[in-house]
């Protein structure tokens, strides 16, 4: 169901209920009718009924009028409907009135007594109380109490949907603190990681719904970080804490769901993955935001870094280890109930990719990502109109050969892509003092923004690969990052490595070098 008639229906349900509480106190106040009671000394001569009360008059011991003032419970109707009792004609010994209009009614009420005829007089009975019978009176009498339920009802919804809506509104100004949301349990003094580890250990499928809806809703935006075709990123604080807010707009609503639904997938959550914290949906009255919230890393994404900075032969190492690592998580399918598919990411790329503090890597941006169902050994391609980017894209995915049907087909085009920001990468290493600029992959053969057809014909056709510096020759760790590009990049997707071949080569060269220190 779309989040928005979620939201109405809610509403309505809201103002239902309020109708309901306020009427059902009006009927409880009826319910609770009190009345003149003349043998009820220990309750200060009141009873009180659900029914009605009523005045008795006959004739005593000594010859005079007297009156009983009594209640008439429900309990006693005879008929259900409307009691006898309260219709009976007067005799000339007794009578009776009855009445439910105000508290203590029955306390003005003088039935009179029927007259015996004498010389052709009219028989005089006793005097009704009303024209109108006990029910219509109760009507008449609770028309007004109703209308004025029922507006102030109105009013309240009124009131509180224009809080709720004026309230989504400081989300969207720079600086300026969040409406604070009721705090659910969980968050009550625990830190973001603390919180994430307690609820996502045994399934890591993410935090509960409302966990999520409550940290978003206590968000302070500050500073707009990055943008793009999705829409922004900002930085944003929770009780202290940075975390990363990607807000799409209200046209990428099929690319926020999918990639919260990836996020969320059951056992996903890993250090090499970008930790996922919240999704939620923020309607203002006039348009939509769609939030994803993530971890903070202040290096910001791989191309950010690599085109600041350079690293030695072991951070190179380190950060192509951590990418590997975070990929063949992906690519890993769990077998078991609380089981993982295997996932394919589709649009791996250094822009994608974000630098934690320690200098390893995180990959981020699940919008595009497939997986694989393996009972049915079929995959779920998402209904959007985005393909990856172009200067990432493996050659069977340029030329349209690519099996979509068979799931390795996906994790060939990963590791293509991998390749390609290993080469990244491997320019930035410094070794004695030399490296390289900062370049995208084929920066020298198609122009900044290049068409599908600009890299067809150089990839395809030509079958070209990013250039490979002689200096590379000269260390055994770019060595080894050169043998591992050149089989991530073959034009036969079948000959490729593994993404967990990728990640073993990297971990045992890394281990072999530690043991030479």
């Known amino acids: 169901m779309h989040p928005r008639t979620q939201q109405n229906m809610s509403r309505t349900a809201l103002f239902v209920f309020c109708c309901i509480f306020w009427l059902g106190q009006f009927i409880n106040g009826v319910q609770s009718l009190k009345c003149k009671c003349d043998v009820c000394p220990e309750a200060n001569y009141t009873c009180q009924t659900d029914g009605y009360c009523f005045t008795t008059t006959f004739f005593g011991k000594t010859g005079g009028i007297e009156h009983n003032y009594r209640c008439l419970d429900k309990l006693q109707f005879f008929p259900p409907e409307e009691p006898q009792w309260c219709r009976s004609r007067p005799t000339a010994e007794s009578a009776q009135l009855c009445c439910r209009d105000r508290d203590f009614c029955n306390a003005v009420l003088e039935a009179q007594l029927a007259m015996v005829p004498h010389n052709n007089?009219?028989?005089?009975?006793?005097?009704?109380?009303?024209?109108?019978?006990s029910l219509e009176i109760l009507l008449l009498a609770s028309i007004p109490v109703i209308l004025l339920i029922v507006i102030g009802s109105v009013l309240c919804y009124c009131v509180m949907t224009k809080r709720k809506r004026g309230g989504t509104h400081h989300h969207l100004r720079h600086g300026e603190d969040s409406i604070e949301a009721p705090d659910h349990p969980i968050l009550k003094g625990v830190s973001l990681q603390h919180m994430l580890e307690m609820t996502t250990s045994g399934s890591g499928s993410g935090l509960p719904l409302l966990v999520q809806r409550s940290i978003a809703r206590q968000i302070q935006l500050v500073e707009i970080i990055g943008q793009g075709r999705f829409g922004e990123v900002w930085r944003g604080r929770w009780r202290g804490e940075n975390v990363a807010v990607k807000i799409f707009s209200s046209r990428e609503e099929r690319s926020w769901f999918r990639e919260a639904e990836i996020y969320q997938t059951?056992?996903?959550?890993?250090?090499?993955?970008?930790?996922?914290?919240a999704a939620d949906n923020k309607d203002n009255g006039t348009w939509t935001q769609l939030w994803l919230i993530t971890d903070y890393h202040e290096y910001g994404s791989l191309f950010d870094f690599l085109g600041r900075n350079t690293m030695d032969t072991n951070g190179m190492i380190r950060m192509a280890l951590s990418i590997a690592t975070g990929l063949a998580h992906l690519h890993m399918d769990i077998m078991g109930t609380q089981g993982k598919p295997a996932i394919a990411h589709r649009d791996l790329k250094s822009k994608n990719i974000l630098v934690k503090s320690n200098f390893t890597c995180a990959i981020g941006d699940l919008g595009l990502a497939v997986r694989h169902d393996a009972t049915t050994d079929t995959v779920d391609i998402p209904l959007n109109n985005r393909v990856g980017?172009?200067?990432?894209?493996?050659?069977?995915?340029?030329?349209?050969?690519?099996?979509?049907?068979?799931?390795?087909?996906?994790?060939r085009a990963d590791v293509y892509a991998l390749g390609l920001i290993?080469?990244?990468i491997a320019?930035?290493?410094?070794?004695?003092g030399i490296y390289d600029e900062y370049q995208l992959p084929f920066y020298d053969a198609v122009p900044s923004d290049p068409t599908i057809e600009e890299m067809r014909r150089v990839v395809c056709v030509d079958k070209q690969r990013p250039n490979i510096p002689n200096r590379w020759?000269?260390?055994?760790?770019?060595?080894?990052m050169l043998k591992l590009m050149k089989e991530c990049w073959y034009h036969n997707a079948t000959a490729r490595l593994t993404a967990?071949?990728?990640?073993?080569?990297?971990?045992?060269?890394?281990?072999?070098?530690?043991?030479?220190?």
């Open 389 to 411: 980017t172009k200067r990432y894209m493996a050659p069977e995915v340029l030329d349209e050969t690519m099996n979509v049907n068979h799931f390795d087909s996906f994790k």
């Open 121 to 133: 007089e009219i028989i005089r009975t006793a005097p009704k109380y009303s024209s109108f019978s």
């Open 473 to 480: 020759q000269s260390c055994e760790a770019l060595r080894v």
């Open 266 to 277: 059951v056992m996903l959550r890993h250090d090499n993955i970008l930790g996922f914290i």
């Open 427 to 432: 320019r930035r290493c410094n070794v004695g």
């Open 500 to 517: 967990l071949r990728i990640k073993k080569t990297l971990s045992n060269f890394r281990t072999s070098e530690e043991l030479k220190m």
């Open 422 to 424: 290993f080469w990244e």
